[in-house]
């Protein structure tokens, strides 16, 4: 097996058993087995855990920055829709990571920044949207730059913390789950859309 | 020293450490340690580290249920600027409970049914809250029920949320990252707050 392709199995199965058991209740033991290969195979590639959950970030990370980049060019409610629930299912996907976060970047300064870099650049790109979404007429923004601001970083702890918050009424939790966040989300912009835009909300929702 | 000094020096003691090295950083040996008492006088108060958590949050609980419960008899604005940030300083006095939530009540079924208990009532707290304010004419809520859930759902996600936010940020933080939480919940509210409130809200951010 290629070098290649074991780092990625490595990272899927590590990913798998994270979400299942949170990433301080996974040793890279069970990660070599689960993988399929030797304890000594998988220290040649990742010394240390912290090096699988920062590999981890950077698939995510890449993913985030090929597929979403061109959300500005398509500023309709439709992808608003489809952002806010793609955001949701890639949150779930690495739900381990959100659900650790503040532990997780409190450990690891190299992956605190890089996140933050991500997080910055995101915002960038949802503002983006958002200001074409108003220049098409589909909402009205805020007129003090600070109550968008506010906007934006509202719809970052709520994406960021829904499933937290669902995961802490039910024992399981599954996508469906994840309509509920498109909701909540999807509300505090509510009062900012327009009426056309207002009734195709209601609809959706 | 009396018993039931004893276990407010327990508890004190284990709630500073818990919120410095976060609850699995931290042995019962330690907190008697710091409380200065033997293992054998904590054992024999607490004999694991989860009834101590347990006894923490009933405190934080029992702080709400007193000192609460006549937040609808106070129907304007003001008092809702001194709900929110009691609410946020109250978080940050408790806050690894907060930052460790989903771990907490996985691990404990009856923390994790108290906690959804407390939650269940101060949702109908803030509801009355709301519906009064509206009926003195401060706000005019949103007209479909699922609306005014979604609202409130935000408020407590957002709540709960924010300091584990500030924290992927700074190394450090203090009280006064509060204020900024305190601008977000007001942030989604601010669409149905009436003129009047609507200025009297610009005047406190």
Avoid: C
């Avoid at 950077?58 to 955001?87: V, Y």
């Avoid at 995101?122 to 108003?134: D, G, N, W």
């Avoid at 009424?169 to 309509?179: A, I, N, R, S, V």
Wanted: proline share 2%.
């Amino acid at each position: 097996m290629a070098s290649k392709e074991t780092k990625s199995r490595i990272i899927a199965n590590a990913l798998d058993l994270f979400n299942r058991f949170g990433s301080a209740g996974v040793s890279t033991n069970r990660i070599a087995l689960e993988s399929g290969i030797s304890k000594g195979n998988l220290n040649y590639h990742y010394s240390k855990k912290s090096e699988i959950i920062l590999d981890i970030f950077s698939d995510m990370r890449d993913e985030i920055s090929l597929d979403w980049r061109d959300d500005h060019l398509h500023p309709n409610l439709d992808h608003m829709e489809f952002m806010f629930l793609r955001q949701l299912h890639m949150i779930w996907r690495y739900r381990f990571f959100y659900r650790e976060l503040v532990g997780l970047l409190k450990e690891d300064p190299l992956l605190r920044k890089r996140f933050n870099e991500l997080r910055t650049r995101r915002r960038e790109s949802l503002k983006l949207f958002l200001t074409s979404l108003a220049q098409d007429g589909y909402m009205t923004l805020p007129r003090e730059e600070d109550q968008i601001e506010h906007l934006m970083t509202s719809t970052w702890v709520l994406s960021e913390n829904w499933i937290n918050y669902v995961d802490t009424f039910h024992e399981t939790l599954d996508e469906k789950d994840l309509q509920g966040g498109y909701n909540i989300l999807m509300s505090i912009f509510r009062p900012y859309l327009q009426n056309g835009a207002d009734t195709s909300y209601s609809h959706a929702a």
